[in-house]
């Protein structure tokens, strides 16, 4: 019996010191919470029991699983050259795979799962260089998990963190959990995203400044040409270079945001910037420079910086005043002695728009482009992913019109407001008091079985006026829905983005016209156009005439090409008798992701039937130039 037990155990010793040797990519299935989950290993082939390793979570996104996910990062991006000595597991987000590892709520222990599975086959793993990675929403997941845990990690590695919007990022879902900002400083956390990642672009940005205004150990780099997907290794490095050794060896100033509004009435200029010390040695004072249309105002700040440590600082000075008009402003922070690591990132520059006088004519406006005053009017918006833009493709005369979008496909967006503000203008010198718009609109009504019962989602237009220099606004319009369709039924049961949109026929348009007499004596008023989000519709604005219609307006530009069938089902033809040498075409989704590039010779046919259903855009670059049209992918 002794003996038979000895074999036993010299048996099973041989068994896991075997298994335990196992190297490459391989799947272990564990049960996690009552199922069956996939764990995905790549180990070194040089592994030896007797070195100590490394180990990175690696979370993927939302639709893939471990296993694509753990191929394409050993097979195609060899992360494993990135990162030698290191151990890989990549747990499977189980059968809710189109949602993050907090669907459900729970599911986000499986990374602590993975590290000890990992720990138990191979003893040899430092415990002290763990570092947690994830793309899209496992990104996002992932900046959820290391931040309630920072002490399990080295580092965070996000690929293109997949935050839900600014009410996602504001901690304002009503989750059961949230980003924990207030542990941004215990934990390097590197971002990486494209340049042509469009949902994701601005928000990352925000968010890298949330973490700053924390103290956060973080570090962001946005990728030319890269759409939503990884690096290559060459380029990730870097960010895995940052979380295993954040302190570079001296002081690096670093502007991170210079807060200004795009216009005011007011000559003084009073901006609020956010600097940080990039590098890992406290800083000495700091030399602050405001330049406003190349007249430089000084300021020395006696502060300290610590390594990663930031503020905020509201700058007053007489004397940083502005012009009527356009105004230029740049502000340069930088060591007031010694070198700076980086003087690349010491300055950044915006501009304002000042007015201290109000037009008094007429205003009209077609978004042709040409029109008087176009350069006073503004966007401002809530932080939605889509804001008011031209629309080169539907109009109620002319070539363009100003347009917005809202769905719940993207984005929550409930409540924001996205807002097209006038120029200033005197209503004693304005004969017609009133304003007159043509609009064209419809909204989203969902039925069973999609929803229990009939929902209807439909945004709201707003008009309003300001006479203080937009400090306060009266409430001139309100409408939503039924009342301010065109259409005479809502876009039923849309179920995806190309669905989604409206696009009106030329009889589906209608014009508000409204009253201004009750601000007759107000010498300096602007108006606010506001899409305050249903999650439901698609707006256009044309033709909006402050006082009396123009009796001649400028020429109109032609569009140059045209594209047909419009929507399009397998094929469709560019005709253009408008080129030279140097025009040239590029075929981009809704993202912005370059799909092709193309010569017309005046008419050319193009093959779409491998495009998915959705919106594109081709646009005509010809010198300085560039002209966009889209179409629609049945």
Same mark, same amino acid.
């Given at each position: 019996?002794?003996?038979?037990?000895?074999?036993? #155990?010299?048996?099973?010793?041989?068994?896991?010191?075997?298994?335990?040797?196992?190297?490459?990519?391989?799947? @272990?299935?564990?049960?996690?919470?009552?199922?069956?989950?996939?764990?995905?290993?790549?180990?070194?082939?040089?592994?030896?029991?007797?070195?100590?390793?490394?180990?990175?979570?690696?979370?993927?996104?939302?639709?893939? *699983?471990?296993?694509?996910?753990?191929?394409?990062?050993?097979?195609?991006?060899?992360?494993?050259?990135?990162?030698?000595?290191?151990?890989?597991?990549?747990?499977?987000?189980?059968?809710?795979? #189109?949602?993050?590892?907090?669907?459900?709520?729970?599911?986000?222990?499986?990374?602590?799962?993975?590290?000890?599975?990992?720990?138990?086959?191979?003893?040899? $793993?430092?415990?002290?260089?763990?570092?947690?990675?994830?793309? #899209?929403?496992?990104?996002?997941?992932?900046? $959820?998990?290391?931040?309630?845990? /920072?002490?399990?990690?080295?580092?965070?590695?996000?690929?293109? =963190?997949?935050?839900?919007?600014?009410?996602?990022?504001?901690?304002?879902?009503?989750?059961?959990?949230?980003?924990?900002?207030?542990?941004?400083?215990?934990?390097?956390?590197?971002?990486?995203?494209?340049?042509?990642?469009?949902?994701?672009?601005?928000?990352?940005?925000?968010?890298?400044?949330?973490?700053?205004?924390?103290?956060?150990?973080?570090?962001?780099?946005?990728? =030319?040409?890269? =759409?939503?997907?990884?690096?290559?290794?060459?380029?990730?490095?870097?960010?895995?270079?940052?979380?295993?050794?954040?302190?570079?060896?001296? %002081?690096?100033?670093?502007?991170?945001?210079?807060?200004?509004?795009?216009?005011?009435?007011?000559?003084?200029?009073?901006?609020?910037?956010?600097?940080?010390?990039?590098?890992?040695?406290?800083?000495?004072?700091?030399?602050?420079?405001?330049?406003?249309?190349?007249?430089?105002?000084?300021?020395?700040?006696?502060?300290?910086?610590?390594?990663?440590?930031?503020?905020?600082?509201?700058?007053?000075?007489?004397?940083?005043?502005?012009?009527?008009?356009?105004?230029? %402003?740049?502000?340069?922070?930088?060591?007031?002695?010694?070198? !700076?690591?980086?003087?690349?990132?010491?300055?950044?520059?915006? @501009?304002?728009?000042?007015?201290?006088?109000?037009?008094? @004519?007429?205003?009209?406006?077609?978004?042709?482009?040409?029109?008087?005053?176009?350069?006073?009017?503004?966007?401002?918006?809530?932080?939605?992913?889509?804001?008011?833009?031209?629309?080169?493709?539907? #109009?109620?005369?002319?070539?363009?019109?100003?347009?917005?979008?809202?769905?719940?496909?993207?984005?929550?967006?409930?409540?924001?407001?996205? !807002?097209?503000?006038?120029?200033?203008?005197?209503?004693?010198?304005?004969?017609?008091?009133?304003?007159?718009?043509?609009?064209?609109?419809?909204?989203?009504?969902?039925? /069973?079985?999609?929803?229990?019962?009939?929902?209807?989602?439909?945004?709201?237009?707003?008009?309003?006026?300001?006479?203080?220099?937009?400090?306060?606004?009266?409430?001139?319009?309100?409408?939503?829905?039924?009342?301010?369709?065109?259409?005479?039924?809502?876009?039923?049961?849309?179920?995806?983005?190309?669905?989604?949109?409206?696009?009106?026929?030329?009889? @589906?348009?209608?014009?508000?016209?409204?009253?201004?007499?009750?601000?007759?004596?107000?010498?300096?008023?602007?108006?606010?156009?506001?899409?305050?989000?249903?999650?439901?519709?698609?707006?256009?604005?044309?033709?909006?005439i402050i006082g009396d219609a123009p009796t001649s307006v400028e020429s109109i530009a032609k569009k140059t090409f045209t594209?047909? /069938?419009?929507?399009?089902?397998?094929?469709?033809?560019?005709? !253009?008798?408008?080129?030279?040498?140097?025009?040239?075409?590029?075929?981009?989704?809704?993202?912005?992701?370059?799909?092709?590039?193309?010569?017309? *010779?005046?008419?050319?046919?193009?093959?779409?039937?491998?495009?998915?259903?959705?919106?594109?855009?081709?646009?005509?670059? *010809?010198?300085?130039?560039?002209?966009?049209?889209?179409? $629609?992918?049945?």
């Open positions: 019996m002794k003996t038979l037990l000895l074999l036993l #155990s010299v048996s099973i010793a041989l068994s896991l010191n075997s298994y335990a040797q196992k190297t490459g990519s391989f799947n @272990e299935i564990i049960t996690f919470n009552g199922e069956q989950r996939t764990l995905s290993f790549y180990v070194p082939s040089n592994y030896s029991p007797d070195s100590t390793y490394k180990l990175m979570v690696g979370l993927h996104g939302m639709g893939d *699983n471990s296993s694509n996910y753990s191929s394409a990062i050993h097979s195609s991006l060899s992360w494993q050259t990135v990162i030698p000595n290191t151990i890989f597991v990549y747990p499977d987000g189980g059968s809710d795979q #189109s949602k993050d590892f907090y669907a459900p709520l729970g599911d986000e222990q499986i990374i602590t799962e993975a590290i000890n599975y990992a720990k138990s086959l191979y003893s040899n $793993i430092d415990s002290d260089e763990i570092i947690l990675q994830g793309f #899209s929403l496992g990104g996002r997941s992932a900046l $959820i998990f290391g931040l309630d845990n /920072p002490e399990m990690f080295k580092g965070l590695v996000l690929n293109t =963190p997949a935050i839900q919007g600014i009410f996602d990022l504001e901690n304002e879902l009503g989750l059961a959990y949230s980003i924990n900002y207030k542990n941004a400083s215990k934990i390097p956390i590197a971002i990486v995203h494209g340049e042509e990642d469009f949902p994701y672009l601005e928000i990352n940005q925000k968010l890298e400044k949330k973490l700053i205004r924390e103290n956060g150990v973080v570090y962001r780099a946005q990728i =030319p040409n890269m =759409p939503h997907t990884i690096p290559p290794s060459q380029i990730e490095v870097s960010f895995f270079n940052f979380v295993n050794n954040p302190l570079r060896n001296g %002081v690096d100033i670093e502007l991170v945001d210079l807060e200004i509004p795009q216009r005011t009435c007011d000559n003084t200029l009073k901006p609020k910037i956010l600097i940080r010390n990039f590098g890992g040695i406290a800083s000495g004072p700091i030399n602050l420079k405001v330049i406003i249309n190349g007249n430089e105002t000084g300021y020395l700040q006696d502060i300290i910086l610590e390594p990663f440590n930031s503020l905020e600082i509201a700058l007053q000075n007489e004397s940083l005043t502005l012009s009527e008009g356009l105004n230029t %402003v740049e502000v340069i922070a930088e060591p007031s002695s010694g070198t !700076d690591l980086n003087e690349n990132n010491n300055s950044t520059t915006s @501009e304002i728009s000042m007015y201290s006088e109000s037009i008094g @004519e007429s205003l009209f406006m077609g978004f042709e482009g040409q029109e008087k005053y176009t350069e006073d009017w503004f966007n401002e918006s809530e932080g939605n992913l889509l804001t008011w833009g031209i629309d080169g493709d539907v #109009s109620k005369s002319g070539n363009n019109s100003m347009s917005t979008f809202n769905t719940i496909l993207l984005f929550t967006s409930q409540g924001l407001s996205e !807002d097209l503000l006038s120029p200033y203008f005197d209503l004693t010198q304005i004969e017609n008091k009133s304003v007159t718009f043509d609009y064209a609109f419809n909204y989203h009504k969902y039925t /069973p079985p999609y929803f229990t019962q009939d929902v209807i989602f439909t945004d709201t237009l707003k008009v309003y006026i300001s006479n203080d220099c937009g400090e306060t606004y009266d409430l001139l319009f309100e409408k939503a829905g039924e009342d301010l369709a065109t259409a005479s039924q809502p876009i039923e049961n849309p179920l995806n983005l190309t669905s989604a949109i409206y696009v009106p026929n030329n009889d @589906e348009w209608g014009t508000i016209n409204i009253d201004l007499s009750d601000y007759s004596f107000q010498s300096s008023s602007t108006l606010k156009f506001s899409l305050v989000s249903g999650q439901g519709g698609t707006i256009y604005i044309d033709n909006i594209i047909t /069938p419009n929507p399009a089902k397998s094929n469709i033809k560019i005709d !253009d008798n408008y080129q030279s040498a140097e025009t040239t075409y590029t075929l981009t989704s809704i993202t912005g992701n370059i799909i092709d590039s193309f010569d017309v *010779n005046n008419s050319m046919n193009i093959d779409v039937n491998k495009l998915n259903s959705g919106v594109y855009f081709i646009t005509k670059t *010809n010198g300085n130039s560039s002209e966009t049209h889209k179409f $629609i992918k049945e």
